[in-house]
């Protein structure tokens, strides 16, 4: 009988090994892992969101509503992008640096240029809208900052002239600063400066000036040495006109100037190259300068500077009046660049419209720098 037993048992294990073995003959064997060549492997490239403000107003000045990305054409060093949205001035938050000029170079519209500034900010300024004002001195100095418009306009009617030197290239700086630290990721952030653009205190000129005149005889200067230390001087405020524009361009901001100096200023070489300045800032952020001409104030005939001053302020008004249509026709433009470029590297824009009517006009800023 144990035998017997003995022999299923084989039996069933014999049929157990065999079973196996067909089982296994029919898994196939698993194949190797292939090796990835270098070629075949995805590269991942990494995109950089652009911001471009750009401002559309028809003949008349007045703004174009109702734009929308399909309206508008962007190309990043001659190839064409592909826009992500755009906002309206209407949808996205206004936060604006506004740069008052107390120093020694104030004018006599400074009072009036105070109301005239807080009745702007009144009208173009909405409930989520901020302001924060700079004084151009001896040294950048912010009021309390990001108000909304009643306290701005406020706190603006209290600021008083120092009568001290102009550090204008260094307040210009830390306005820039403080936008691209402090202002949203998507919103219009706007300069606004009421100044001649004049600077003698800056730490970008001072010292180069102080190294240049140092060891200098004033009295003993010839023709020539002079235009040596003019030239030195020049190429200093170049230098620091250049770092303002990078400033500018990497805190996304848009630049804006009223010179109260008005026409004058082609009297004076300082002042035509502050003016120059100013505008090369405007010209490159997409926003734009006011070279008012103003009528003469401090003539002998009392009744005629009387009259004179009234002219200027209706001048001044209608000038505030123009801003704020020019940035109530701001649109915000943002794409992503999968280009790859160098650090540093300024990245060269052209903005336009797809249907170029004639009677419109375009401005935006011409380009941004890379930070990777």
Known sequence: MRSKINSIAFS??????????????????????????????????????????????????????????ANFRVSEEGRPQAIDSVGNAQEVPLEIALLIDVSGSVNPLFEFEKKAAGQFLR?????????TIFLIGDRPSATLKSENAALAAERLAKIVPSGKFTAFYDTVAAAANYLKQNAPS??????????????????LVRESEKATYRDVDVNSLTPEKRNQLAATTDNAHRNAQAHISRELQNADT???????????????????RAQTGMEKFANETGGTFYLPNFAPTETKDTLQNSSNAKKNETTLDTIFKSLANDLRAQYLIQYYSEAEYPNNK?????????QTAPNLRLRARNGYYVKN
């Not at 991942?44 to 007045?62: F, I, M, Q, T, Y």
């Open 346 to 354: 300024f990245v060269k824009l052209d903005v336009g419209l797809q």
């Open 12 to 69: 069933l294990f014999a049929i157990f090994v065999l079973a196996t073995a067909a089982i296994s003959a029919q898994t196939p064997t698993p194949a190797p892992t292939p090796v990835i060549k270098e070629e075949d492997q995805v590269i991942k490239v990494s995109s950089r969101l652009v911001v471009v403000p750009v401002s559309v107003s028809d003949a008349n000045g007045e703004p174009v509503p109702g734009l929308t990305a």
């Open 254 to 272: 848009v630049f804006y100037a009223i010179n109260p100096a008005g026409r004058s200023i082609k009297l004076n070489k300082i002042s035509m």
């Open 186 to 203: 998507k919103s219009l952030r706007v300069i606004i400066a009421l100044t001649d653009g004049e600077d003698n205190w800056s730490d």
């Open 123 to 131: 009208t173009v300024m909405k409930p989520d809208d901020r302001a």
